[in-house]
């Protein structure tokens, strides 16, 4: 039994729904649902009814929602009362980030900190956006790294967490150099209305978050049936043709990599910040790294 069980199986009695549930822990509603089953079989029982349109917890359910809820906030003030013994020695920094260390030059600052730093252990763990989240709700990551977007949905009305924008940025689209766009510095992103978009995995934060970008500019992107990670978006749009929209951090990262590639960007004001989230409780010393890490100070 592992305590991320627990969660989605909470989320689920919650809800009476798998999907709703599912979208709320960020996982998919199969990862949810192949988790609360083998829950069932090794407790032995079914947890739920699931004969119609919603799941409703049967009376077994019932009986272990409330030693569920009770082994998780055990677990999370076991976290919380042991965190002294765990900084004995120098003290500890555990930072879960999406996978944007490099485009955002943060592990050359990672590095610096640790020469001025010696004793600090460092842990340092790229993840999607929903693992992150779950690391700092489970008490796994002292900071996370992520989206505004995504910060302000999962801590924005929880006053226990604190959001701090810490580089600021914002989409550009990323064009092959023979393309017509690319002589242009900046651009409305209506005007690519007509394009082919290669974007990353569908449903994940930067799909979701550049799709919506197009629609609030007025149009549904027509988005390749390709699903790529930036360098491979990269090297389509530089061989293919095409477009992406990228944030534009990442875009001109990917672009210094490459000659057959353009960043241009858009009048559309639409934040894409990287934010950290902390424990309004935390330790000093976490305080202190974001502080170290930030591009926007005070905030």
Do not use: W
């Not at 592990?107 to 700092?136: I, K, T, W």
């Not at 241009?264 to 934010?275: A, G, Q, R």
């Amino acid at each position: 039994m592992r305590i991320e069980q627990l969660e989605y199986f909470l989320a689920a009695a919650g809800n009476g729904n798998f999907a709703v549930a599912a979208d709320n822990c960020y996982v998919s509603q199969s990862t949810l649902s192949k988790q609360i089953k083998n829950l069932e079989e090794e407790l032995g029982f079914p947890l739920f009814d699931r004969s119609g349109r919603s799941a409703h917890l049967t009376e077994a359910g019932m009986a272990f929602q409330e030693h569920a809820n009770r082994l998780i906030r055990d677990y999370r003030e076991m976290l919380t009362a042991l965190a002294p013994f765990r900084d004995k020695s120098g003290f500890s920094i555990r930072i879960y980030s999406l996978p944007i260390l490099a485009e955002y030059g943060l592990l050359d600052r990672f590095q610096v900190y640790r020469g001025m730093f010696p004793d600090c252990r460092l842990h340092v763990s790229e993840c999607n956006s929903g693992e992150a989240v779950r690391a700092l709700q489970s008490g796994q990551a002292d900071i996370i790294l992520t989206r505004k977007s995504m910060a302000e949905k999962s801590f924005g009305r929880n006053p226990a967490y604190e959001i701090r924008r810490v580089i600021p940025d914002k989409p550009a689209l990323l064009v092959g150099k023979d393309h017509p766009f690319a002589a242009r510095g900046c651009m409305p992103l209506l005007e690519a209305q007509n394009e082919t978009f290669h974007m990353f995995r569908f449903n994940s934060l930067p799909y979701t978050e550049f799709y919506n970008a197009c629609l609030e500019a007025g149009f549904a992107p027509h988005v390749s049936p390709l699903s790529l990670d930036a360098h491979a978006i990269t090297h389509t749009i530089q061989h293919y043709g095409g477009v992406s929209l990228l944030s534009e951090r990442v875009a001109k990262y990917n672009a210094a990599k490459g000659e057959g590639v353009s960043v241009v960007s858009i009048t559309e004001d639409i934040d894409v910040s990287l934010c950290a989230v902390i424990n309004g409780a935390c330790e000093p010393h976490v305080r202190e790294m974001v502080d170290f890490i930030s591009e926007v100070p005070g905030e």
